[in-house]
Structures are given as C-alpha cells and as structure tokens.
C-alpha cells in the first residue's frame, strides 16, 4: 500500500540530488532504485499464455498490415521469379539445368521418365515410418525459417540482396513447374507443392517484406536519424519474422505428414483452398475484429 507513495518520494528526492549534485554514488543508487520501482508500480504482469495469445491474435496480424506495401513489393519480386523461371524452361528444358541445382532437382531433370516424375508426387512412403517423416519435418522447418531469417537479415544491405533472394526463389519454382508442364503433369505438380506452399511462400514473402522494412529504415528514415528510425523499425520487423518461423513450422508439418500420406490431388486442392481462405480470414478479419472489440463506443 506504500508502494506508490515510496515511489513518488524516490523520484523527488532524485530530482532534489541531481539538483543539488550530490554525491555521484547517490544519485546513480537513486535511479537504479527508481527504475525498478517503475516497472513494479507500472509494469504489466502478463503470463506466456496470454503474451502469446495476444500476439497471435492481434499483434501479428496487425504488423502484417501495417508493411502491407512491403508486402506487395516482396510478393511481386518473387512472382517475377517464378514467371522467369517458368518461361526459360519451357522455351529451353536444358535451362533447367543452369537454373535448378542438384540437390533442389534431387534427380528431377528433363532426362528424367514422365513416370518417374509422377512416381515423386504420389507415391506413399512405406509403412512405420513416422520417425522418418518427424526428422524430415524437423529439417525442412530448420532450413526454411534459416532461409526466411538470412532474407530479413539482408535487408541491411539496402535490401537488394533480399530481393534478389526472393527472385532466385521463384526461379527455383517456376523452373520445377515447367519442367512438370512440359511432361502435363502441371496440375500434378501444383496440387502437390501448394498445400504447404501457400504457408511457406507467405512466410518467405513477409521475412521479405521484413527484410525490406529495414531497408527502408536506412534509405528513408524520416524525421529521425538513421540509427533510430532502424532501431524503432527493426523491433518491429523482427516480430514479423518471429510470426513467419510460426508459419514456417506450420508449413513443414504439412511438408513432412500431409504431402507425404495425402496422394489424392482433389483432396490436396480442397486443403489449398482452405488454407487459403484461412490465411486471407487471419490477416484480413482479424485485425477488424479486435479493432472493433477495443472501440468505445461499440455497446453490443
């Protein structure tokens, strides 16, 4: 119950010792004592649960709003990828080999059986092998969010090497999805990539977009300097990238399990579409929602 008046002294007698400039050891106590006395009359106390709910359901797909442009800019960059790589391949099939290295191909090439090809989308893994798939799921998780992270990371330098990272990514896809086209095995192909790729493409777009974000910081500070507007931006852009490794993990889990079991490619385009709309619902109507569960004047 004394708490506050303690505090409210503290802070006078602070300013009284500055004031007078007393003893250095004193008023360098005086502050340390009144910043910890700060975050127990005014600090939150929120448990992981809520910390974590509180981010997932409002504050990410707020930040996600907020760079929506960077978003578009990340986006567009890596659809050009895709459209390149899909067009060299189909005029050129030996482009593929410039474009797709070996152990992205895993021996998937245009010397490659259409039957083999095929064999890569719908064949199940054989029987007890659930250790398998949780080590491949952990692998393909680890190795996106570091790729996910290295393209935010980039964007210190001006972001041009995140842009081009995000090229270099549709590439690698485009050249796959032509090399199927060309064997008619497009349909195939998509329904088999996009259950986890929608996830892990949005995930790869947003720590672009994150990445872009810094750069943006350092080429157009505003009213700030460099180092403060980085600063203040950056934080929120590493919570984007905190959110994208979220999807990262959700989109190696249906990489590791579901692509792996599921074989039946309308059952693989239904899940598109409901992940889909699930994400479009997340990021869109979330954000509303809670907007309109904090405004005042709402007496529903």
């Known amino acids: 119950m004394r708490l506050t008046n303690l505090y409210r002294a503290t802070l006078s007698s602070l300013s009284v010792a500055r004031a007078i400039s007393l003893d250095h050891n004193l008023v360098t106590y005086l502050e340390a004592l009144a910043g910890r006395a700060y975050f127990c009359v005014y600090g939150t106390r929120a448990r992981v649960g809520g910390v974590l709910s509180s981010f997932v359901l409002d504050r990410f797909p707020r930040l996600v709003a907020s760079i929506r442009w960077h ?17 060299l391949v189909l005029d050129d099939p030996e482009q593929y080999y410039l474009l797709v290295p070996d152990d992205i191909a895993q021996g998937r090439s245009p010397a490659s059986p259409t039957e083999d090809l095929r064999a ?159 994400w479009l619902a997340y990021f869109c109507l979330v954000p509303r929602l809670r907007r309109h569960g904090r405004d005042p004047d709402d007496r529903t």
């Open 71 to 87: 978003l578009l800019v990340a986006a567009a960059f890596l659809a050009l990828g895709v459209a390149a790589g899909w067009l």
């Open 120 to 278: 890569i989308l719908y064949d199940r893994p054989e029987e007890n092998v659930a250790d398998t798939l949780q080590v491949f799921a952990s692998f393909l998780f680890t190795h996106n969010a570091v790729t996910g992270i290295f393209a935010f990371g980039l964007g210190f330098a001006l972001g041009v090497p995140t842009l081009i990272l995000l090229v270099y990514n549709g590439v690698l896809l485009g050249a796959l999805a032509a090399l199927y086209q060309i064997r008619s095995l497009g349909v195939d192909f998509w329904g088999w990539i996009l259950p986890h790729g929608v996830t892990e493409l949005l995930a790869v777009v947003l720590c672009g977009a994150a990445g872009l974000v810094l750069a943006d910081s350092i080429v157009f500070p505003g009213l700030h300097s460099r180092r403060t507007a980085l600063a203040a931006r950056s934080r929120m852009a590493g919570q984007v990238v905190l959110g994208a490794v979220i999807l990262f993990f959700i989109a190696s889990l249906f990489e590791g399990f579901f692509r792996q079991l599921v074989t039946d490619v309308w059952v693989r385009y239904g899940t598109v579409t409901a992940v889909g709309l699930l």
